[in-house]
């Protein structure tokens, strides 16, 4: 099962202030997309520049953390409408990113219940992928944001036990 990392960030008054509720919090700000809009990260954006650069690189740790809980070959199969469908590691990672950016109570429900994972191909939000280097660059003036260091990866089929086979399943 999926451990999450914890991160070995401090500031200079401390640990970081960035953690689960607070990450919750910020994503409750985005516009989700729908058939009419492609969705806005902005309010989310400016509420990130309002923390620290180690707040936004911790809310960047929680991020890859939720995206590679997802990154897996059921969920991967379910996000298509049917077999026949195109499957894009681009789009399955953007789904994921729509997912995440729905909420906890979301998130929790399709990562237990993949079955119920987005199939409309307009439901996803690539834009949460930049967010913490957009809020830093909004923060300092600055385009080099320093990623965090993580073993883990949001990148379709990163997740390598989430990718192995299961029986009955191809």
């Not at 191909?121 to 993580?150: C, H, R, W």
Request: charged share 25%; aromatic share 10%.
């Amino acid at each position: 099962m999926f451990q999450p990392l914890l991160c070995s960030c401090f500031s200079p008054s401390g640990l970081v202030q960035m953690d689960e509720s607070k990450f919750w919090d910020l994503l409750s700000l985005i516009k989700l997309p729908n058939e009419e809009d492609e969705g806005d990260v902005g309010a989310a954006r400016a509420a990130l520049a309002e923390l620290s650069i180690e707040d936004i690189q911790r809310f960047e740790q929680i991020l890859i953390e939720k995206l590679f809980a997802l990154d897996t070959r059921v969920h991967a199969g379910e996000s298509l409408e049917n077999e026949e469908d195109f499957f894009s590691n681009d789009g399955f990672l953007y789904k994921r990113c729509y997912v995440v950016a729905s909420g906890k109570e979301y998130f929790d429900d399709i990562l237990l219940n993949p079955q119920r994972m987005p199939k409309d191909i307009m439901l996803t939000l690539e834009e949460l992928l930049y967010l913490p280097q957009n809020a830093y660059e909004l923060k300092t003036g600055d385009d080099e944001f320093l990623p965090v260091t993580s073993n883990l990866s949001p990148e379709t089929g990163s997740n390598l036990q989430g990718w192995e086979e299961t029986p009955g399943l191809s």
